[in-house]
């Protein structure tokens, strides 16, 4: 059977870039369509209310699966600098230790999901003519939400091994059943926010199903023997140490985000609507610095394994130019295009107006974001995870609650809470372009970090 794993501390580097990103590019594109193709429908089919109710969800749903997701963030350091060590039994214990981790955590999702709901959403200031339908969402998304944390497991632990083609293709068919699900539930069977949100459960069960039937199928050593399943404590602490504070950062930053809808709540439903879909326009364009980010850490976790430095720092700087070239791209045609992109989401001129005020005030911010997505991922591919992790709660926590506190008792409007999120972005950036320069990577020696996993 033909390899489907890379070993990226051989070759050319542009195209060990180019071929594990853009899979992985367009399974971000895919996976993204989830949430746009719920916004899209309700849009079309119900109404500004319920766009406004499925929008709105992101900050809550983002806070559990971001806190999960920092956990397969820190597998997939560890199993990608045991497999570029050649470290084959180290590996499968990762694997395996990975695989238990995942049931644990959704058990705990599951349950704590459900209880969050309420709270989070008076919290949040939801108008009355959205909250139900928020919570309609929410309910039926988190009693499925163990099909995403297993799809993301098994995609964390193929990509890790520079597998990036089949997460996409399963990514892909998932994809395209939510999609006719949606149509299915919302105009056959008249179900609204419930059919969009039954339908996104299905679709991830589907990837989550397929992902890992492939992989206990996978004769290498990163393959799942159930019967081997079982938590490896080196394995576990490793993980843990890597994963949770990009956990404790993720969930906190979506957290965070929370307070921004609550400020972008005042304006009304209108501005709600606006605001879900200039978030789905924007998840699009970001696409390609999360896939290079992600390729830059399997990169730089598989030469930082097999002992080659000067390369890692290589990968780090071709991945930035990459970032640069992509982001300024799209940023310049979704600025252009915005009344047109906004049109595809809503016909109604209010929700049209607001989003495109968005697109226009953020999109020239873009680039920032290449800098600090590409040397946090950089930095967390030889296991500084800590210091990466206290730099963008600073930036996109603390920092970010402190500018609209201030700029709301100062008596700014629209345009100060729009700006919220590029401040932050110009911080971090520059933040983590001094940590980077006084890296392991750079320097040789970094305190408090190891390379050894």
């Not at 929410?138 to 520079?162: H, P, W």
């Not at 020239?364 to 800590?386: E, H, K």
């Amino acid at each position: 059977m033909a390899r489907r794993d890379s070993d990226m501390s051989e070759g050319n580097i542009w195209l060990h870039l180019v071929r594990f990103s853009v899979p992985t590019m367009i399974g971000l594109l895919f996976q993204q369509l989830y949430n746009t193709v719920d916004t899209l429908v309700v849009g079309q089919f119900v109404g500004k209310q319920a766009q406004a109710a499925v929008g709105s969800t992101g900050p809550i749903i983002n806070t559990v699966v971001g806190f999960c997701a920092g956990l397969a963030t820190g597998a997939s350091v560890v199993i990608s600098q045991r497999y570029g060590a050649h470290d084959n039994e180290g590996l499968s214990k990762a694997v395996h230790t990975t695989v238990a981790l995942t049931f644990i955590m959704s058990v705990l999702t599951t349950l704590a999901g459900q209880l969050i709901i309420g709270p989070m959403l008076r919290f949040m200031q939801t108008p009355e003519d959205v909250i139900a339908d928020s919570a309609s969402y929410l309910s039926i998304y988190f009693a499925g939400i163990s099909g995403i944390l297993f799809y993301n497991l098994g995609s964390g632990v193929l990509r890790a091994v520079g597998d990036s083609r089949r997460p996409l293709f399963f990514l892909i068919i998932s994809a395209l059943l939510n999609t006719a699900l949606d149509l299915l539930f919302v105009l056959a069977f008249g179900m609204k926010v419930d059919g969009v949100a039954l339908a996104t459960v299905l679709a991830n069960v589907l990837s989550a199903v397929l992902i890992l039937f492939t992989l206990s199928r996978e004769k290498g050593a990163y393959g799942i023997r159930w019967r081997q399943i079982r938590v490896d404590r080196n394995s576990l602490r490793q993980i843990l140490r890597i994963g949770l504070p990009s956990s404790i950062q993720s969930a906190i930053t979506s957290f965070s985000n929370v307070f921004v809808q609550s400020y972008i709540n005042y304006f009304g439903s209108a501005c709600m609507a606006g605001y879900g879909v200039y978030g789905k326009i924007d998840a699009f364009v970001l696409i390609p610095v999360q896939s290079i980010s992600m390729s830059s850490t399997t990169f730089v976790g598989q030469n930082w394994g097999a002992k080659r430095p000067d390369r890692a720092r290589q990968g780090v700087r071709t991945a930035i130019l990459m970032c640069i070239i992509t982001t300024a791209v799209l940023g310049v045609l979704v600025y252009v295009l915005a009344r047109q992109l906004m049109g595809l989401f809503s016909p109604e001129e209010d929700v049209v107006d607001y989003g495109i005020r968005f697109i226009h005030i953020v999109t020239p911010f873009y680039l920032a974001i290449c800098f600090n997505q590409i040397y946090a991922g950089a930095l967390r591919g030889v296991g500084d995870v800590t210091m990466p992790t206290v730099i963008m709660l600073i930036s996109f926590v603390a920092f970010r609650q402190v500018y609209l506190a201030v700029t709301k008792a100062l008596g700014a409007g629209f345009l100060a809470v729009a700006l919220a999120y590029p401040v932050g972005w110009i911080l971090c950036s520059t933040l983590l372009i001094i940590r980077y320069s006084r890296s392991v990577l750079v320097k040789g020696s970094l305190s408090g970090s190891t390379s050894k996993i």
